[in-house]
Each structure stands twice: as C-alpha cells, then as structure tokens.
C-alpha cells in the first residue's frame, strides 16, 4: 500500500519532492512541508499576492500555516513502513539543468518553460499540464541559460529572425529598429537553415566517412610498414653479421699472416744464429791450438803442427746476408689503415644512399596526398618576413618587410653582418623551414628576379657561385626573366616551358624532400619540382639582375 501511496505523491512535497515534513495545508488543499512553502513564499516577488506552486490559486492575505497533525501521524507511520526515498538518478548531475522549484537537493529538470523563463521536473512541471492557466505557455525540452533566449533591450521572448541583420529579435524589435528588415518568424527561418544543416551534416558524415577510410588505409599502411620493417631488421642483421664475419676473417688472415711471417724469419735468423754460433766455438777452439803452438818450446812439435793448425778456416756454407736492425710491420699497418679508411668512406657513401631509400620509403607509405587545388594549398600556408641582417645594400625592404625592391642607392645597414650579402643582391627571409608542410606566395615586379630556398650555411662574402641562390648544392631557385622560367640547383639550369603567372606559389614538403613551385591563377600550374633530401632548415631567398625589380611575400588569410 505504501508503494501505490508513494507512486500517487500522496504524501510527499511537491516542492522537495520528499516525504512531508511539519506538513501543512493550504487554502486550496494542496499540503506542503512548512519549511517549503514559507521558503517559496518568502522567495516569491508576490507584491502581497501569494500563490499554490501546483494549481497557482492566489491568496490575499498570506494564509497562516498550522502544521496538520493527522497528515503528520500518516506520514510518520509511513516511515515506519521502510518507504524508500526517491531514485537517485532522478537528481541533477553534472551537465544536467536542474528543477528551478526544487529545494535542497534539486532533481534533473525535464522541460523548460519560454514563458515562465524556469525549468521544471517531473512533478514541478504538472501544473503547465493540468493547469489552464499554462495552456498558452511554450514548453521545449530542458535547457540552461534561458535568459538568453530574451530580448535584453525589452525582456521578451526572442521568436522573430531578422535576416537583414542575421540575428534573433522579438516582436517589439520587429515593429521597431527592424521594422524596414526582411524578418521571419524563428521557426520559418529554422525550417530553411534545417535544410542547410542537413546539408552540412551529410558533407561532414561524407567527411568522416573519407576520414576513417584514410584512418583505415593509414593504420594497414602502418602495419604493412611495422611487418616489412621488421623483415628488413632481420634481413640486414644477417647481412651485416656476415659483413662482420667477413671482416673479422680478414682480421684472422692478416694476424695468422704477421704471425706466419713472424715465425719463419725468427726461424730462419735462430737458425743462422746457431751455426753462426758453432763457427764462434770452432775458431775460438783453433785459436786456442795456435796460442798453445805459438808458446811451445818445441821446434819439432812446432813445425811438425804447423801446416794443419795453420791452414786458413773453411768459409762456411753461410751466405752473406745484410742484417736490417730496425725491422717493422709498419708497412702492414699503413695498408690496414689504408683498408679501414676505404671501407668507412664506402660505409659513409652507401648509408647516405641507404638512408634516402630508408626515408622515401617511410615518407612515401605514411605521408598525405599532394594539395589538389590552392584551397588545399593555402592549409599550409606559412607567415613570412625578410631578414634586415642578410640584405644586400642594394635592397630596400618595405611592408613590415614583406617586399624587397633593388635601388640605385645603398641602403644604411649595418657594415658588421657576417649574414649580409656583399656582392650578390640577395635576401633571406628570418624563419627556417623544416619537419612540416609550407606554402607561401610571391609577387614578382620588373624583370630577372631568382625565388628560392636555401641552408643557412650559404657563403655570404665574395662574389663566388658559392653565395649565388641556385648555383651551389646549399640551394635552389626558380629564375624568372619576364619571358621565361628555368630552375635552378648546384649552377644547373632546367627550362621551364609554360605560361607566365604574375604570382608564383612555392610548396615545401620537408620530409618528403620536395619543393614545388606553381603558377597561381584559377588553377594551380605545376612549373617545376625539385625532388631531394633535405638535411637542414630551409630559408627562403630572393636574388635580383636589374634596379627597380621587386618581389612582395602575399599576405595569405
């Protein structure tokens, strides 16, 4: 029974929402906690009138509040019962608009009211159902910041659109300062931007759509990259392990050969040494004989052993040899080094070359399509600004240093630059380009002006081809003539063979080591592509032939 008693809000407040407290009645029969009403009231601007929160029958004077003893007895009664409290999921949460009626903890409001300007929940809202007072009110689902759906000059709803001024008025604005305005009811303008938005809508679903294809291609490209990686690694381990293998044989060889020779010369020289030392033995002993005959008393003994002891010594069956005393393998060294020098030199030569096909094939699994039109394009578009410090003195920057024009008259710029210019008549922009995707567009006035990239480390000094946009393998240009295009890099020259645009785009994918230059007009026209590995920051530059000649960095939105 205390289920069916609490599923018809018999005996809970439709304020608080909770079992009554101190319950009192008012005039009009519907009960209340004490605490609850007198808050309402208390809060009502009712200017002496005051009002049921449920039916909105007023009352003049405020009634007097006697708590209801029998409806207090239910209640407390009820509690006994082990009545359960409203579920709790019913409360505002975090990102939920509350019930504006509800005090203390306030429940998650279901419908908002245009009219009353307040929100409502389950049971607060019921009167703007059963109520004929609310008929007329407009009830939309709940929503937050309901003072922005008024008119801050008069207070009233906003329900009228003004096209003239694309904003949202009401009735008093139309029939006043919009009064000469094309204006349309909220819903009539609705129903037309409905249509824009679905529209929207279906390009944004294509767009995802052809985003989670590409997501999908990228995460196989990924893994086919992650599989062949891995290959690769093994592949070149073995490789790499036979190379050392290799090498450390030829270790073995040259030592077992050092040694090899080693032992047969000490062989060899311990051998000569011992019948050399034989020899030593043999005339010291014949010495010896001749000491003793020399010192004999004994004529006939004398004579008798004198033709044998003094016949002269055999020579010996050893050949005369010249014996090196400062003997070394110095030579031997001087060749492994000579070997280890031309093996890293190759090494470094190959792993240039390995390492670019290493990138070409990363870049080129994993990088996004080329920009299709200048829309594309203008996505990377990049803020550039010329250098004071590399200009030559020729060359006067103006625009906030977006243009460069060549003048008879030097410039005043400082003489203690180590980046300016001396000779050639060049400038470099202050920001280095590198690790992304940029675009940027020039302007070009008067004939024979070079655009291009360039190292920082570019000669700056000397009139050499060294400090010349295009000539050396530090840079790379596209010469324009006023008749003609051709492309530049390490002082060779491509013609290019297409129509003069007063407007040259450039494109620099840094990893991809591309740099694209375009002739911008309705459609973008490809006039030359250098195609490398870029190792360093890259600054654009600009080079001029003739006086009057200028070149501006266009301001891209």
């Not at 000491?291 to 002891?309: A, C, G, M, P």
């Not at 280095?432 to 940029?438: A, E, M, Q, Y």
Request: charge should be positive; include cysteine.
């Amino acid at each position: 029974m205390a289920s069916n008693l609490w599923s018809e809000d018999r005996f809970s407040c439709s304020v608080c929402l909770e079992l009554l407290k101190d319950p009192v009645a008012i005039p009009c029969g519907h009960s209340y906690c004490m605490g609850c009403i007198k808050n309402c009231w208390d809060q009502t601007d009712h200017t002496g009138v005051y009002s049921c929160p449920q039916c909105r029958e007023t009352f003049t004077p405020r009634p007097v509040l006697r708590r209801n003893t029998v409806l207090a007895e239910v209640v407390e009664e009820l509690k006994k019962t082990g009545l359960n409290p409203p579920p709790a999921q019913r409360y505002a949460g975090p990102g939920d608009v509350p019930c504006d009626f509800c005090t203390g903890r306030k429940f998650k409001a279901v419908k908002s009211c245009l009219t009353c300007l307040a929100s409502y929940c389950e049971t607060h809202v019921k009167p703007h159902y059963e109520g004929a007072a609310f008929k007329r009110h407009k009830l939309i689902n709940a929503t937050g910041n309901l003072e922005q759906k008024l008119c801050a000059e008069h207070q009233k709803v906003l329900e009228v659109f003004c096209r003239t001024d694309q904003t949202c008025i009401c009735l008093l604005c139309s029939q006043d300062k919009h009064k000469s305005h094309d204006t349309v009811s909220a819903e009539t303008e609705r129903t037309g931007k409905q249509k824009q938005l679905g529209e929207t809508q279906t390009e944004i679903q294509q767009r995802i759509q052809e985003r989670l294809k590409e997501v999908k291609e990228l995460k196989q490209a990924v893994e086919s990259l992650k599989r062949s990686a891995c290959i690769e690694i093994k592949e070149s381990e073995k490789i790499f392990t036979e190379l050392i293998r290799s090498i450390e044989k030829i270790h073995t060889e040259v030592i077992e050969l050092i040694g090899a020779n080693e032992k047969a010369a000490v062989n060899q020289a311990e051998g000569r040494m011992k019948k050399l030392e034989q020899e030593i033995a043999e005339l010291r002993r014949r010495n010896a004989e001749l000491k003793q005959l020399s010192e004999t008393e004994d004529h006939i003994h004398f004579l008798q052993n004198f033709q044998s002891l003094c016949a002269p010594p055999e020579a010996g069956d050893l050949p005369s040899v010249t014996v090196n005393t400062d003997i070394s393998f110095g030579a031997v060294r001087k060749a492994v080094s000579e070997l280890k020098d031309h093996i890293e030199d190759f090494c470094k030569r190959e792993l240039v070359k390995i390492t670019t096909t290493v990138n070409e094939v990363a870049v080129y699994s994993l990088q996004a399509p080329e920009p299709r039109n200048r829309a594309e394009f203008l996505k990377y578009s990049c803020q550039l600004t010329l250098d004071p410090n590399t200009a030559h003195r020729e060359l006067s920057l103006s625009e906030g240093n977006r243009k460069v024009t060549r003048r008879r008259k030097t410039q005043r710029y400082a003489d203690d630059q180590p980046e300016r210019f001396s000779s050639w008549t060049q400038v470099l922009c202050r920001k280095g380009l590198s690790g992304t995707r940029c675009y940027w567009e020039i302007e070009c006035s008067g004939r024979r002006a070079s655009i291009g990239v360039t190292y920082k480390g570019i000669s700056r000094k000397g009139l050499g081809l060294s400090c010349a946009l295009g000539c050396n393998e530090k840079s790379w240009s596209l010469f324009c003539s006023g008749s003609s295009y051709s492309a530049w890099h390490n002082n060779n020259e491509t013609a290019i063979t297409a129509p003069l645009s007063p407007r040259i785009g450039v494109y620099l994918d840094f990893n991809a080591g591309t740099l694209s230059f375009y002739g911008v007009s309705d459609t973008m026209t490809l006039l030359h592509r250098f195609q490398t590995t870029f190792t360093e920051p890259l600054y654009p530059g600009f080079r001029f032939w003739v006086y009057d000649s200028s070149v501006t960095i266009c301001q891209l939105n």
